[in-house]
């Protein structure tokens, strides 16, 4: 069964860092893109970074640039999300999710197939 | 940025009847649309992906159209467990990702 779990979460101070983890399992977790998202109370659902297979891309969306930093340990099928310089308007949960879907000649299409249930983070003084 | 707008906000159905939940996209996404499931502390889950193809084990009373810009979710005869909220996302653009705002389905 395929399972990917968020840990890491917790209260930070505006300014401040925390690092999330995503423990995959049931399956190659080698071979897949993987992708962090986030939902800030009240609001939608927000598509965060994604990291390639080999971890050699990564890609972020604006609002983190230069903040939050996507990594992984293929050896410990581990997916990370270093996160500094918090604001309040990071305070969101904070989803793991594997990635599935083709690539052409030209481009990739890819979805998130397998979802965790998440990792709360509060940034507040 | 391809922006994604889902209407209505809120729809509000009776258990057993159809539900109809749009997508629009701000420029064409071509097929390259999924739509997820998301109940309160879960994890959401993948119902259709490629705007029309069924993920694994997702009932066939969940059935997806569109191409382009316009997209719709439909559900043939509500079931309890399928109150949740929805949302649509493009992955056209891959890897920047966008997501609708969600549509709430409620009894």
């Known amino acids: 069964e395929v399972q990917v779990v968020e840990s890491g979460g917790g209260l930070v101070q505006p300014g401040g860092s925390l690092r999330l983890s995503c423990a995959a399992s049931g399956f190659t977790f080698s071979v897949f893109w993987m992708s962090w998202a986030r939902q800030a109370p009240g609001k939608g659902l927000e598509w965060v970074a994604n990291i390639k297979e080999d971890g050699s891309e990564k890609y972020y969306v604006d609002s983190v640039k230069g903040r939050f930093t996507i990594s992984r340990d293929n050896a410990k099928k581990s997916l990370y999300l270093q996160m500094n310089n918090l604001r309040a308007e990071d305070t969101a949960v904070y989803y793991c999710a594997r990635v599935e879907g083709y690539c052409s000649s030209t481009s990739c299409y890819k979805y998130f197939d397998y979802w965790g249930q998440g990792t709360l983070v509060t940034v507040s003084s | 940025e391809i922006v994604m707008t889902q209407s209505p906000a809120t729809l509000s159905v009776s258990p057993g009847e159809r539900a109809t939940l749009s997508c629009r996209a701000s420029q064409s996404v071509s097929s390259n649309l999924a739509w997820y499931q998301h109940k309160p502390g879960q994890a959401p889950r993948l119902l259709i992906y490629?705007?029309?193809t069924r993920a694994t084990g997702i009932p066939a009373r969940f059935s997806g159209s569109g191409s382009g810009t316009e997209f719709t979710l439909t559900i043939s005869s509500l079931q309890s467990e399928d109150f949740a909220v929805y949302y649509c996302?493009?992955?056209?653009?891959?890897?920047?990702?966008?997501f609708g705002q969600g549509t709430k389905l409620e009894i």
């Open positions: 996302q493009q992955y056209d653009n891959w890897p920047l990702y966008t």
């Open positions: 490629d705007a029309s």
